[in-house]
């Protein structure tokens, strides 16, 4: 079982930048995928972006691309978002997940962190 922990987040103007971390631990990542979601009040939950762990393929929403910028560290198991000119429509809360590269589906997540940006 993957156990995720996220940190960072907060409160931001507009045109302003935050980072998200995410701390994995529970087993080995080399054959997972890490990604970034979100959820605005009254919507339903998006894709950001996603990282293969070996290899460190990455892609993005559209919305986000250029902008937000996915990484991980692997000495330290963890997985960043970098978030850069914030819109207030990236308002939302933010969650990491992790799925095995080989399903579809994300099936660990973290306790998720709040993103508000002010216009």
């Known amino acids: 079982q993957v156990h995720l922990v996220q940190s960072g987040g907060g409160l931001v103007q507009a045109g302003g930048s935050l980072r998200l971390s995410c701390a994995a631990s529970?087993?080995?990542?080399?054959?997972?995928?890490m990604g970034w979601f979100r959820q605005a009040p009254g919507k339903e939950r998006e894709f950001v972006a996603q990282?293969?762990?070996?290899?460190?393929?990455?892609n993005y929403a559209d919305s986000v691309k250029g902008r937000f910028t996915i990484s991980r560290d692997s000495a330290k198991n963890t997985v960043y978002l970098q978030m850069n000119s914030l819109k207030p429509e990236d308002t939302a809360v933010y969650y990491c997940?992790?799925?095995?590269?080989?399903?579809?589906?994300?099936?660990?997540w973290g306790q998720g962190t709040q993103v508000t940006v002010s216009s």
């Open positions: 529970g087993r080995s990542f080399s054959s997972y995928a």
């Open positions: 997940a992790a799925r095995v590269v080989s399903t579809r589906g994300y099936d660990s």
């Open positions: 990282i293969i762990w070996s290899g460190g393929v990455t």
